[in-house]
């Protein structure tokens, strides 16, 4: 009879081998977490990254959280597009309410350059959920419910993960570019890959905005041009077709509505205001040098749009204030025909705070609150 041995061996668990990788990741993780913390990193950081590779945008959001570091959430946030970053002076409006007795605010511009409405309803709605201010002043135009932007739609916005993210659409993207310093950092080197990974490329496009944006938002360019120079003919070209057939663009008028409603959510009062244009913008020519035949249809359009605000801002017991046409601007503080510089936007940001002061029911309700 043969002798069987049985012998016991050892062995690890495969699973074992899994634990010890992944606490190995999170080590790593926390170790890009700390370095991407680091003063060394954010030092050659020009701004934190949010993945739409919009500069302007992106420095606005990390100018902001300088301005709340400073002087706490604003009292009072401006919207809009390069009309409202441009046209109004932050500081002015909110001295000139108070002055008018509208009461104290601390008041942040965030206007985005080319910004659409929709784009701008997204913004607002997750600024004001995290600041809940008491007043938001909504800039806008005619130009911005054009026909050509109705069909214009910026995919740097509607396909961005941290946008999608902090509206309630949850993923992983979205939760790091929200939460982690290593992630952004990563993200602002992405920019870098149309310049074949050349980071100054990256830094040089940030370092145009250097002087340009105010503490409290705002443009600063003292830059200006003479608004009574003919528009080139590409220019006109441009414009003429974004009215196209003087359609009015239904998703940027309900994003209008949109904003009103998530800002009135968190108790703000809402005014929407007309941003200036140089009268000029209408003296469009043809290539002949005579003034073209559809002026009547675009300040018929304007009217159209203008009344639309207006009922949409009476339906939701919201304010509108259409720029006085006694309003006088020079002709000097023009950036262009309908971008006000430096200088302009502080006179039309005073002009706003003594009107918006004059808006009764708007004052109290603000003081009371």
Not at 79 to 97: C, E, N, T
Not at 202 to 216: N, Q, T
Not at 298 to 304: K, P, S
Request: glycine share 6%; net charge negative; proline share 4%.
């Amino acid at each position: 009879m043969s002798e069987q041995r049985v012998t016991l061996e050892l062995s690890s668990p495969k699973n074992f081998t899994l634990i010890h990788a992944f606490v190995f990741f999170l080590i790593l993780c926390v170790l890009a977490e700390a370095v991407g913390r680091s003063s060394f990193v954010q030092n050659r950081v020009p701004y934190q990254a949010y993945g739409t590779n919009h500069t302007q945008m992106e420095i606005q959001l990390t100018n902001l959280e300088n301005f709340v570091h400073e002087n706490g959430a604003p009292d009072c946030f401006i919207f809009g597009s390069s009309q409202a970053f441009r046209d109004v002076d932050a500081d002015a409006f909110a001295s000139a309410l108070e002055a008018n007795g509208g009461g104290h605010y601390t008041c942040y511009n965030f206007g985005v350059t080319g910004s659409q409405v929709a784009t701008t309803a997204v913004l607002n709605k997750i600024l004001i959920q995290k600041y809940k201010p008491r007043l938001v002043v909504i800039g806008t135009s005619f130009l911005d419910y054009t026909e050509g932007r109705e069909i214009q739609v910026d995919e740097r916005f509607t396909e961005n993960d941290w946008l999608a993210y902090k509206t309630g659409d949850f993923s992983i993207a979205g939760w790091l570019t929200e939460h982690s310093y290593a992630w952004r950092t990563l993200t602002i080197l992405s920019y870098s890959a149309p310049f074949a990974m050349n980071y100054i490329e990256v830094l040089r496009e940030a370092h145009k905005w250097d002087g340009e944006i105010a503490p409290s938002g705002f443009a600063l360019s003292e830059y200006s041009t003479n608004p009574n120079t003919p528009m080139d003919k590409g220019s006109v070209k441009n414009l003429v077709q974004e009215f196209g057939k003087f359609n009015v663009s239904e998703r940027n008028l309900s994003a209008l509505e949109q904003i009103i409603i998530d800002s009135q959510a968190v108790n703000a009062k809402v005014l929407i205001v007309e941003m200036p244009y140089h009268p000029a913008l209408l003296d469009l020519k043809d290539e002949r040098g005579n003034p073209r035949a559809d002026r009547d249809d675009i300040l018929g359009f304007q009217q159209n749009v203008n009344a639309r605000i207006e009922t949409i801002a009476g339906a939701h017991e919201a304010f509108y204030l259409e720029t006085d046409a006694a309003l006088i601007i020079p002709d000097d503080v023009w950036f262009d025909v309908y971008h006000l510089n430096r200088i302009g936007a502080l006179l039309f940001g005073e002009w706003l705070g003594e009107q918006a002061a004059k808006l009764p029911n708007l004052i109290s309700m603000l003081v009371g609150r």
